[in-house]
């Protein structure tokens, strides 16, 4: 196969994949469907304010959709979602001393590649003490820590292993499945008032019909926002992850750096291992470090070509359920920088951001 159509073919995930996310969609429909039906709501008050009929809100509707086909596009083309996924993390641009280093490192690894590598369209930092990395569509972010530590290639070249495949668009085309407003405030002082409204329902359920209209409302909208078939389908989307992060491995070994790599998950991720007891029915989207480790090791003195090991763990289910990362949500990601880094690796998109 000419090497333009192989680029071409990795550039969109398997069909198990595929399969898996026709699959979210089809369980995210009555996520849809309350969008419609909120939208239609909204129309309907707004002319009847304006005194017009509220036939016209049938066409408005059609918006409640815009979600669902932003998603889909994901899988097409990441367009446009970077800079919003930069926004909603609070990244920044790099200092010069950050972009010096992470030129640095890339050299390296174009060095070491026998064939074209598929390049970041745009990274940014976040301010975050770990080191830690993520990727979503073409977009890599990098905490301000890793810049801080010697690992900073190895970790870069496992997300080029995710950005030379469909990982990075297939992470943005499950965290749009999410709407995530921009923050208003503080996460304390949505808490407090959680807490309050939360109190002041209950009282209202008990006294007037109101109250439950209210409940109802809130409740609703909440559920419009999605991540309803991300809730459901975690397993199966957390046996991919699991997969797809021994695949990435894999290519940072291919370009030199699976010591360095094994490093890092040893000072930075083995000591936060912990059982995870029914592994393949949570949305646990790492393999354990140790495993990790020992294929990188034999990558290392095997040259490069991480030997064949046990294969990763599956989820038990062969098909979806008929019918609820944290995140990467896989999870857009979340408000909180490193909440976000987290969610992109470890918890559903959001999202799995595919990430170390």
């Known amino acids: 196969m000419p090497y333009s159509l192989l680029r071409l073919a990795r550039r969109f995930p398997p069909i198990h994949a595929l399969a898996l996310y026709l699959a979210t969609q089809l369980v995210e429909l009555p996520v849809i469907l309350s969008r419609i039906v909120i939208t239609l709501a909204v129309a309907a008050l707004v ?12 066409g408005i509707a059609e918006l409640a959709l815009i979600p669902t086909g932003w998603a889909i ?10 800079l919003w996924w930069r926004t ?6 790099p200092s010069e001393r950050e972009r010096a280093a992470f030129e640095d ?24 003490a770990e080191p830690d990395a993520s990727v979503c569509g073409h977009t890599l972010a990098l905490s301000r820590g890793l810049f801080e530590s010697e690992y900073l290639p190895a970790v870069v070249a496992h997300e080029l292993g995710h950005l030379n495949s469909s990982d990075g668009m297939l992470t943005a085309a499950l965290n749009r499945l999410v709407i995530h407003p921009p923050p208003r405030m503080s996460e304390k002082e949505r808490e407090r008032r959680a807490v309050q409204i939360h109190a002041d329902d209950r009282v209202m359920l008990g006294i007037t019909a109101m109250g439950a209209l209210i409940w109802l409302m809130r409740r609703t909208i909440a559920f419009a926002k999605g991540g309803f078939a991300l ?50 029915l ?14 990188l090791r034999r990558a290392a003195i095997a040259g490069g070509s991480l030997a064949e090991g046990p294969e990763p763990v599956k989820a038990a289910p062969a098909g979806p359920p008929a019918a609820d990362p944290d995140g990467p949500t896989l999870t857009e990601p979340g408000p909180s920088a490193r ?8 918890a559903l ?8």
């Open 231 to 280: 809730g459901l389908l975690a397993p199966f989307w957390g046996s991919y992850w699991r997969e797809r992060e021994y695949v990435a491995d894999r290519f940072a070994a291919r370009l030199g750096e699976a010591d360095a790599l094994a490093d890092f998950l040893e000072v930075h991720a083995l000591a936060y291992d912990h059982p995870v007891p029914f592994l393949w």
């Open 73 to 82: 596009l994901a899988l097409i083309t990441p367009f446009g979602g970077g």
């Open 349 to 356: 998109p959001t999202n799995k951001e595919a990430k170390p």
């Open 47 to 58: 002319l009847l304010v304006k005194g017009d009929s509220v036939s016209g809100a049938e």
């Open 339 to 346: 909440e976000a880094l987290r969610s992109a690796g470890r």
């Open 88 to 93: 909603n993390m609070g990244g920044r641009p």
């Open 105 to 128: 490192a890339m050299e390296q690894l174009l060095e070491a590649s026998d064939a074209r590598l598929r390049l970041p369209t745009r990274w940014f930092v976040i301010d975050v």
């Open 282 to 295: 949570t949305e646990h989207t790492h393999p354990p470090a140790e495993l990790r480790i020992e294929r």
